[in-house]
């Protein structure tokens, strides 16, 4: 919440696949009032992503007819309109101009932001959302450098000029569940609190497992075999290899670009503690990054004149 | 079979998690009679290991006692008699040293072949079995080289004066059940036969991966979305991915040794394309090179006197 109070010009939606968040903005890129609900594209029965919205922001927008933006999963093919992808690079200008326009069924314009694709030796890679927080934090006075979004799919953004040069995803997050609940990896597993000394190892070793991490995961089997780390360690062994061979690849050839680590809680923690063992410092990107996003494209298509 | 009619000398037992075989094994190391079973060491009721046992050879030993000599997860935490592991570099003499004798119930001595364990920067690797097959491999004149034995859990061995010098362990066939079958990866794969242009796409990007793995494997995702792969291509496109993220680490620094497969059917078919791929000619290891193994471990400790 910013401390100047302003009028609201602007709805913006960062509608994911599991949460909805809106946010109603005000003249200087502030959040006025927020609302966050479930209701992610995969929980929305019927696939009725009109009625979730007038539901959602019908307070807001009897006041008085304000611009929408939206941004994320919504966009996708299981989404409400799907849209294109924009090429990397790109900045807010380019998304600014590549807003697909819509109408909901009560005659509600709609501005989505689409989309964002990169291709690394004929293979495409994408994203829908991480782009216009990237934009908002950049906005913010954050710079260029590394942005990663920890998560199921986590995300690496070289930003340059306040735009995405670049970014790659790593399957890190879904790939850590996949091998504790589904392989003979997690059968050895002690539920327990995060165990530092276990993850820090594990991060070492992901760090220099480079194209061997098919080999390095089977010692998540044989560490606790030979006693090396106890049973409770385990998980948190695991969580650091897999952490650490993505920042590994993430930071390589990098250089010394300042890295901001965008999200909150647990998960983000251990990148901040990975990236210190990886000899990187991090800082950590504001909250409410998505709607400056919103905002920042917003004014740049012309849609707060 | 070999074609030289011969005394039975010794029986070799190959107990492993899943299958057991058993061998008769004649005066030059040739197999006189052969039983598989799925009485595995995870499909034994009541860990009885020592009724499966007596059922098993009492037509073969009745006839005249024989020693017995049995390799693989039968000396496991779980198998019937957990033996300690010898280290690599080892030979068919080390590990005929370091036999475990054992007696039944009914007064037959079984004779245990140990794991191997090998230590590569502090992180212990094991095996139990495919060291017995690489000395029986290397006795019938395959000589030195890497030997790789796919599976769930792929072993890569190297061999030197015919014994076994270090080895790795690769998760590649486990991993690819626990993406195919609980990741977002799986959701957009459709069944269909061997496609071997997927495939090779596949190998051709888990060569490159290096330390990348984490991301490539999301363009199992992203490939068939751009229709650059088609959805029947996607299962096999992982294979070779992770087939050939095994190969590039397996094969790093190898020089130009022989490469020796050990296993039939379509997973080593795989391996076979993926090493060609690489610029690497394989060879398939014979049959029954594991009784060539009880074989040559009974010999040098001196059982067949």
Known sequence: MNSVASEAVLIGLDWGTSSLRAFLIGAVGDVLDEISTSQGIMHVKGRDFDAVFHGLIQNWHSAAPLPVIASGMITSRNGWQETPYVSVPAGKDALANALVPFTTSKGIAVHFVTGMTANHNGAPDVM????????????????????????????????????????KTYMTGELFGAIKNHTILGTFMEEGPFDKEGFVIGVNAGLSAGADLLHTLFHVRTMPLFDKITPEMTADYLSGMLIGAEIASGTAGGGDQPVTLVGRGDLTDRYEIALSIAGRESRRAPENICARGHFEIARSAGLLS
Chains 1, 2 share one sequence.
């Open 128 to 167: 829908r959302g991480e782009e216009t927080q990237i934009i908002g934090a950049a906005a913010m006075g954050l710079g260029d450098g590394l942005y990663v979004l920890p998560g199921t799919h986590s995300k690496w953004l070289v930003v340059k000029n306040g735009g995405i040069e670049d970014y």
